[in-house]
């Protein structure tokens, strides 16, 4: 709403719904906005928990009725999570925390929806939190990892980097998924530090590349929304540049588009960054709320296909012509496209005759340690000749 109408028509939007939350509620139940888009609705009593799906799904019809704006008449919707005070949830921060993980459980039902906080949350709530104690050890015992995987340029027929992985190794959980703990790091302050941790060996991996002959070789590199919310960040690229002596052009960072949707800030960031001479892609392409503005506007060198797109290639014909769309706009804009997840001969022969230029997945390789890359590499220099 603040992106395509402006602030203050999204400030009116919040007054419209946290009026209508205030008219679905009882007298006695309170409404207070808690930051953002969320609220937090306390019920000091309730006789059954039919009552409160009766009162989740007032609040959703309250909120779905088109709402007129300044300049228009839009429509709008909520995600609910419900948590009910027991001898497991008794303070009003374990409330509260319940109900968060519920919401969040909400939205990836699809939202317009509510989810209550139940037995299965609260083993996943559980393994969140063993996963979030154990991660600042796993970082300082070097547990967490990074891994590259191959990034293969099509047209001139050579490696044209690597895309920098997490992997967590953990001696007490055995090996966690990065979608399971990268999700947790991101919701804390965490994400600062891991991601400075991944940078700064993603520079020293491609410092030894550089000295083995690979001067052109380029590491892609994932950032959060939080590191790019964060002030210091522009210096702390600068710092581990400077401290691998590698060239800021050999670095490709990588941000989503949900990341630059929600950050006021990644703008002049960006602008910062690319000062240094640092590249940039826009990753996970078509999968959140994709802009054309921001594409013509923003320092973006390069698109990243999602690998959800190029999965069913080439039966699927909408994923066929969505990617045949993505590359026509690209070619438009002059950006360069790197397809994800391509596992097979037929997806790779169907991107090539698209103009494809770079592809990366498990046809190719899986992610490997610095070293083992760098023998990878000369193996397939060797092959192709």
Excluded at 25 to 42: A, C, K, M, S
Excluded at 200 to 224: P, T
Excluded at 236 to 253: C, F, K, N, T, W
Excluded at 293 to 319: A, Y
């Amino acid at each position: 709403m603040n992106d395509t109408l402006g602030h203050a028509e999204g400030d009116r939007m919040l007054q419209q719904v946290a009026e209508r939350f205030v008219t679905s509620v009882r007298d006695d139940d309170i409404v207070p906005r808690v930051g953002g888009d969320e609220f937090v609705i306390v019920v000091p009593s309730v006789d059954d928990e039919e009552g409160l799906k009766v009162m989740a799904s007032k609040l959703l019809r309250s909120v779905s009725s088109p709402m007129t704006l300044a300049r228009e008449v839009v429509e709008v919707s909520a995600s609910i999570g419900i948590a009910i005070s027991s001898n497991s949830l008794s303070t009003h921060e374990e409330l509260i925390t319940a109900a968060d993980t519920a919401l969040f459980h909400a939205k990836h039902m699809g939202k317009n929806c509510y989810y209550f906080y139940d037995f299965k949350l609260a083993m996943e709530s559980g393994e969140k939190l063993r996963i979030e104690r154990n991660m600042k050890g796993a970082l300082n015992n070097q547990e967490i990892c990074v891994e590259f995987q191959p990034l293969i340029d099509l047209k001139n027929h050579r490696i044209y980097g690597a895309e920098a992985l997490c992997r967590w190794y953990s001696h007490d959980l055995g090996v966690i998924p990065p979608e399971r703990f990268i999700p947790i790091a991101e919701q804390s302050n965490m994400i600062l530090e891991l991601g400075a941790q991944v940078l700064d060996e993603s520079c020293k991996a491609l410092r030894s590349w550089i000295n083995s002959g690979y001067k052109d070789m380029v590491v892609s590199v994932n950032v959060s929304a939080r590191q790019l919310n964060d002030k210091r960040f522009p210096d702390i690229v600068r710092d581990i540049l400077i401290r691998h002596d590698v060239p800021a052009s050999g670095i490709e960072l990588e941000i989503t588009e949900t990341a630059i949707q929600n950050n006021d800030r990644a703008r002049e960031q960006l602008e910062v960054l690319g000062k240094l001479g640092l590249r940039f892609a826009i990753d996970d392409f078509g999968t959140g709320y994709s802009s054309l503005s921001r594409l013509k506007t923003l320092p973006f060198d390069r698109v990243k296909i999602d690998r959800s797109f190029v999965t069913d290639l080439p039966d699927s014909e909408s994923d066929t012509e969505i990617c045949r769309a993505i590359f026509a706009l690209c070619n438009v804009l002059n950006l360069n496209v790197t397809a994800e997840g391509v596992e097979n001969e037929r997806q790779l022969s169907i991107l090539k005759e698209m103009g494809c230029g770079c592809v990366q997945g498990f046809y190719f390789s899986r992610s490997m340690p610095a070293q083992g890359f760098l023998t990878w590499a000369n193996d397939y220099n060797a092959k192709a000749g």
